[in-house]
Each structure stands twice: as C-alpha cells, then as structure tokens.
C-alpha cells in the first residue's frame, strides 16, 4: 500500500500495458487515425455512453464521410442524422466547425492546439484528446472518467467541477503524461474509468493503479470524486396533439433558440399552474385549424439535464388543413420521420399515440 503520494510518472506503465491487453475494439479505434473521424467520435462521446455512441457513428459517418460532405449538409439534415444522441447543440456546433474547416482552413482539420480550439464546440479537453490520438501529441485531458481516476489515486477532494479542484486534476493530467505515448495513456486513462475505475463498485481487484491508489489503501474509493451538490429539476407540464390526415400528420417546428430549437415535434404548449391539459390541447388544435374529437392517449415523460418534461398526448382526425400562423408545419407520413430531426422527448409523444417509428 502507498504510504505516501504517487509519483505521477509511475502511472504510465502498467496502464498503458494494461489498456494494451484489455482495450474494447471500437469504430473509432485504429492504427491510422484520420483527424476528422476521431473528432466526431469525441463529440458524440461527450455525455453519452459508449454503447449509445457505437450505434450511431459509422452510420452518421456513412451519411457525411468526410469534412466537406458536413460542411456542405442542411442542419436539418444534421440534426436527423444524430436524432437518439440528444444534446443537439453539439450537432450544431460540429456542422458550424466543419463550415469554418472549409472556409478557413482549406478543408483540413487544424493539427494546432490554438487553432483547433478556435472551432465551435471544441474545448481544451477535446483538442487534447484528438492531437494526443491524432498525432500522440503532449496534450492532457479531462473528462468525468479521467478525474475519477486522478482523484481516487491522488485523493483529490472536492467536486470535479470546482475551480481549484479542477485546476489540480489538470495539473495532475499534465504531470502524469509519458514524454513519449500521450495518446495512448489518455486513452487508457479513460477506458480505465469506464471498465474498472467506475462510480461505483470499482473493480479495484482488478485495476493496474491498485499500487498506487491512495484511495484504495485507505478504503475510501468511493469518496472521490466528490459529486457536486444536485439542483432540484423542475417540472415542465405540456400538453400536445397528433393530428391526422389522410395518411398522414402534422409536426410543427421549435422556434430558431432555446431548448431543442428548430427540431421538430407535435405541436405542443407548456402549461401554467392550474391549466387543463384536455382544454389547452383544444386550444392547440383551435389554433392551427385542425376540427375533430380529440381522444387522449396517455402522459409521456423525458428528463433533461435541466428539466422534467410530462406531457400529456392528445390526438384527432381532421379534413382541415393547418392555418399555421406563420409557424413551420408539416404534414407528412410516419415513414418520413426519419428525414426530420425529431428528438427523443417528441418520439416518445408520437409513439404514445401509436405510431411505430
């Protein structure tokens, strides 16, 4: 057991030959690493799982295979593309990036710190993770796996998220990085996280640190990191109304900012305190012209980091067509959802309806 605090240097080593025998096969992993690939594949990784990312980054990649084939895409068909991985404005910023690539850059992903950063959606973390992958350059990097890790061997206290914390987990990613095979230890470092170093029941049994662990020998893994303080998540309540005609429903676009802007759901309202969900669905449909019998289908729920929604799904027959009011309003068949950027909170509205996606 460490009686003492690990010397940085000592954690290359054994984990860059345990991440060697150990390592899943991935899409994303390879001998030669093309910049842009891994860009994307940093991008989806951010708040998402790995098993959830592996199910959409070669088909998004199939759909925009190089820089330019995004760079020349609609957002709208951006969005459609990365529809289940949720946190839209990293789509956003990924097209916008790639725009900037083209027109800035002569369509090459910078392979420089400085102008890399410059690109929408890219933090130091990211930079990091790709010129230490891309080109085993001697850039550290942080991310909610890297930081269990360092503060469980080093004892770090304090929520991750914090100021001093941070600076100190930075500081230790820097100090720990091998002179020669940045990108692998980084990469080791995090698969270390997610397959034996977990929130918890660590699989310290089994981990190449456990040497080095001063959290292991003084019992307290699951101290570190410490979490941050939660905010209660308030509740959203909604109301919205499937439409249907002849073959076909209507969808209605989000305004241009804020949560979810311009993707595409049924039209829908939030409640004030008191509404009923049955008279304000009626008032929706009122709105858009829509004339039929409402039926109600049930409540649908979806959490955002931020904010519970519960929105409770109505649906009618209609001959009439939709008056809109300006708004941006579709009519089209459940089989050409696919081409619409419709987000998971929506899908789970039209499913409750009845329809199969």
Same mark, same amino acid.
């Given at each position: ?7 940085p ?33 940093? *991008?989806?990784? &951010? &708040?998402?799982?790995v ?11 199939e759909?925009?295979?190089t820089?330019? /084939? ?26 916008r990036a ?25 933090? #130091? ?10 080109? /085993? ?62 929130? &918890? ?42 439409? #249907? ?28 305190? @008191?509404? /009923? ?10 709105e858009? @012209? *829509? ?67």
């Open positions: 057991m460490p009686t003492e605090t690990p010397d240097a000592a954690l290359a080593p054994p984990l860059v030959a345990w991440f060697r025998a150990h390592a899943r096969e991935l899409p994303w992993r390879g001998e030669v690493r093309d910049p842009y690939r891994v860009w994307v594949s940093e *991008i989806m990784l &951010q &708040q998402t799982q098993s959830t990312v592996t199910r959409y980054y070669e088909p998004f990649l759909r925009f295979p820089v330019s /084939d995004l760079a020349a895409a609609s957002e709208d068909e951006v969005l459609a593309a990365w529809q289940g991985l949720g946190f839209y404005r990293r789509a956003r910023n990924l097209h790639a725009q900037v690539v083209m027109e800035e850059h002569e369509g090459r992903v910078p392979r420089e710190p400085v102008a890399l950063q410059t690109l929408p959606g890219l933090g #130091r973390y990211t930079v990091g993770a790709i010129l230490s992958l891309v080109d /085993d350059m001697r850039l550290p990097i942080l991310d909610g796996n890297v930081a269990r890790v360092l503060a469980r061997v080093f004892e770090v206290s304090g929520p991750p998220q914090k100021g001093p914390t941070q600076r100190r987990l930075w500081a230790l990613a820097e100090e720990t990085l091998p002179e020669v095979g940045s990108g692998a230890y980084n990469e080791a470092l995090m698969e270390l996280g997610a397959l034996v170093c977990r929130p &918890q029941n660590p699989a310290c049994g089994r981990c190449p640190l456990g040497a080095l662990c001063g959290a292991k020998a003084s019992g307290t893994q699951t101290s570190y990191p410490e979490p941050k303080p939660q905010a209660p998540v308030p509740l959203v309540e909604r109301s919205a109304v499937l439409a #249907r005609r002849a073959g076909t429903i209507l969808l209605q676009q989000r305004p241009a900012s804020g949560l979810l802007a311009r993707m595409w759901e049924l039209p829908s309202r939030e409640l004030e305190e @008191g509404q /009923d969900p049955h008279l304000e669905a009626g008032a929706i449909a009122r858009l @012209g *829509i004339r039929g019998q409402l039926s109600y289908h049930g409540t649908s729920e979806h959490r955002f980091s931020h904010r519970l929604w519960t929105t409770h799904v109505f649906s009618c027959a209609t001959r009439a067509a939709a008056a809109g009011k300006g708004e941006a309003l579709a009519w089209i068949e459940p089989a050409q959802a696919g081409d619409y950027a419709i987000p998971t909170a929506a899908k789970k509205t039209l499913v409750l309806a009845g329809l199969e996606l």
